[in-house]
């Protein structure tokens, strides 16, 4: 309910607002939480949030509107591509070694799996045609509504909607870096990365158990950190690193946040 309410709010900025530094205000203070988003709509992926397709739907066009992820873009490129193939980097959809067997660049790796999301997915997508129809028939709506959107109002639909969405899949991109990168291993565990800060979890649906997350993908989010515990003896502390959010918890209020999180 939070993202939908978020588009709705988009929405109201998008038909009421015409001040271009109040339209770029917004932008500034939202990005943030639509980058938070996408966490949100990887998971979704994983496990459907609602049993009727319909309403997955709606809440998929809304998770597109903030992130620039379509309707069955991680299902293809993460869940039947990445978690597949992220112990062979010849093959990973999300690799993070030049051909060369060498490490990207932070900005190298961001732009290149950002570039190459939907053509990766695509690829992926030939194996399984009835998830690439879908794919392409919501990717379709997607773009004729953001159209529409950009035509009936230009300069909101491309600040409140066109550039989020851009911007939304850079920082997916972006955010998966650390996850593996450096980690050449034939092995679950030591082929991922784990970050304990708990606002870092409570924000992003525990993504820093993300060892727990390969060797079980299909496990819903709120049950990673129990399984983390189970696996923790297998997990050295090499594996371990820390966060960019751990100075976010300096912050009281943002302290007090983390205490809703995973212990």
Known sequence: MLILGLTALDLLVYATVDSLWLL????????IPKGCICAWSHHHQHTRTFAWTPL???LELSHALHTGITTHQWLLHHVLGHHHNYLDQTKDESRWQRRDGSAMTELEYTLNIAATAYPRAWKVGLRYPRLLRIHLLWLTVTL???AGLVWLRPLQGLIVFGVPMVLGLLITAWATYDHHAGLDAEDDFEASYNTMNPLYNLMTGNLGYHTAHHHRQGLHWSELPQLHAQLSDRIGAEFYRRSSWDVLLRVPV???????GPA
């Open 24 to 31: 770029l205000a917004w932008l500034v203070v939202t990005i």
């Open 56 to 58: 997955n739907r709606l």
């Open 144 to 146: 004729l509504v953001l």
């Open 254 to 260: 943002l302290r007090e946040l983390a205490r809703l």
